[in-house]
């Protein structure tokens, strides 16, 4: 890291929705607009909404500044894609990851043709979730196929294994710096 490179430091921990995904999105665009050249994030979410994540990790990958995050607690279902985005990941020793297949809503009610269109959906989702895996880590096909039908929970020493992170490694705030929770 260059000595005159100016860093900002962010915690989140929340949903992936859209009034999470907005403060964080908000405060990274802020982070850019300052010049900020790289951010570290200690980051805990256990999910939310496919579509949500999805944009989140799209806006990540274009922000013109180099992403630290760093899973401090649990990172699960579309949070893991979120996660992958950044350019650098490591997380605490008692983290922990988890990738599961997409749910649905309530089926009660619902005609023939909507419950088809939903699960049409749901599928669309795993496959876009499937895609961020494959190509942000080394997640072995095995354990990708097993997330399609139940729950994965991956320990750090897994997570390193699977490139999800670079190492495992604690988050600490440099004395002297701010952090900014989102």
Known sequence: MIASEAVAYFGFTGPIEPSGVSRLAGALNSAVN??????????????????DGVYLYNHIRALPLHLVIYNTGSVGSIAVSVFLA??????????????HPTT???????????????????????????????????????ILARRRHSEVHIAPAQARDYGFVDAVREFSLPKGHQIVQI
């Open 86 to 99: 950044a350019q650098e990941r490591y997380c605490s020793t008692h983290a922990m990851f988890m990738i």
């Open 104 to 142: 649905m809503g309530h089926s009660d009610g619902m005609s023939a043709r909507r419950l088809q269109s939903t699960l049409d959906a749901a599928l669309a989702d795993d496959d876009r979730t499937d895609d961020i895996l494959r190509e942000r880590s080394r997640i072995p096909a095995d």
């Open 34 to 51: 300052e010049g900020v050249e790289r951010v570290h994030l200690a980051f805990s979410s256990n999910g939310g909404y496919v579509a």
